[in-house]
């Protein structure tokens, strides 16, 4: 072992054995530190005149600042700027373009928003948002420019929305989003579990975290614990788009860690130059399947502005979503899906038609 390969385990034996709230607090958090660790050039990921692409990518970076943890950035291939995981999590020129039909609320969640933290769309279930943090800065994010400074859940706000939850009673399920709502530590996802537990209505809890998939020690027993013992039904959706996201060592964490009673489920997005490709999400389904997790939706992208390079035109995602279903079980077959406003759930499409 060289020297250089020594510190460079060494470093990584650090990371592994630090709390998942210190590497949280040490993640990546510009574009050049980002390039830096994978050995690349800003000249090497964008395209045109320099000059210009490189202050639109700092612009993009601003608006939406960047933000990656070290044990998802380990994932990705130095050297290579189309990486499929770096792709999600580096702002790029691109972020600046008009395109037309890509706005900031597509989903029109503000209309949506009785109260701060909650957002309630459709009948029988409800979104809670504990949290407008992230570990990871998912460039495609539908909610980059939700305004969660007028939703943030200190302890008047919390009362107030548990009274509005309250005062649904025909809401059976409450789904804790983001934000990521992992970001809470145990102790206080578990007050929060006590709060929604004490409502007689409620009998699912539904949590949605990329947290796992980017920082897998996120993943505690305190956590596996406190869920497990829950009276609510528990799911964990995790969001993982591509399988070298599903590594050997998150895999291994998963089968581990999953309480008896938490079922696991994974949604992921369509994303061009990501996971475009029968044969990767394929080989993520198979991946998820050996952790133990069901793929649940393929989400097709929310026209949010500032993500109209990761766009995948209809008929192309239908012919990608055949040959998935031609060549995986059913049950390895997500939903394909898309979320549109004003409709009573997501819609879902067959292998026939899709139309938005």
Not at 224 to 241: P, Q
Not at 324 to 343: N, S
């Amino acid at each position: 072992m060289t020297a250089k390969t020594a510190l460079a385990a060494d470093a990584l034996l650090a990371r592994e054995s630090a709390p998942w709230q210190t590497q949280l607090r040490n993640a990546v958090r510009s574009v050049s530190a980002l390039l830096d660790s994978l050995n690349l050039t800003p000249a090497d990921v964008e395209h045109g005149e320099p000059k210009t692409r490189g202050e639109d990518a700092e612009r993009a970076a601003q608006d939406f600042p960047v933000r990656a943890p070290q044990s998802f950035i380990d994932r990705m291939r130095p050297g290579d700027p189309n990486d499929p995981l770096l792709r999600q999590v580096l702002a790029v020129s691109a972020e600046q373009q008009h395109v037309p039909g890509y706005v900031e609320d597509p989903l029109q969640e503000r209309d949506a928003n009785p109260t701060p933290g909650i957002v309630h769309k459709y009948q029988g279930r409800l979104l809670l948002m504990p949290t407008a943090a992230c570990a990871v800065h998912c460039r495609y994010c539908f909610r980059r420019h939700f305004p969660y400074a007028d939703n943030r859940l200190d302890e008047g706000a919390l009362d107030r929305a548990m009274d509005y939850l309250a005062s649904q009673p025909e809401v059976t399920e409450v789904i804790l989003s983001g934000g990521d709502p992992l970001i809470l530590d145990d102790a206080a996802l578990g007050r929060l579990i006590d709060r929604l537990e004490s409502l007689g209505h409620l009998s699912r809890l539904r949590i949605h975290s990329r947290l796992p998939v980017v920082l897998p020690d996120r993943l505690t027993e305190a956590l596996a614990e406190r869920l497990d013992a829950s009276r609510l039904s528990t799911s964990l959706v995790l969001h993982g788009n591509h399988p070298a996201e599903i590594d050997a060592g998150l895999t291994e964490r998963l089968q581990r860690w999953r309480p008896a009673s938490l079922t696991l489920l994974n949604q992921s997005v369509l994303l061009a130059g990501v996971n475009d490709d029968p044969a990767v999400l394929i080989a993520l389904s198979e991946r998820l399947f050996e952790a133990g997790v069901l793929p649940y939706y393929l989400h097709l992208l929310d026209p949010v502005a500032g993500v109209g390079h990761f766009a995948v035109a209809d008929e192309q995602a239908l012919a990608i979503y055949r040959q998935m279903a031609a060549k995986l079980p059913g049950y390895l077959l997500p939903k394909l899906a898309r979320e549109l406003p004003d409709l009573p759930s997501k819609t879902t499409y067959g292998l026939d038609t899709l139309a938005g």
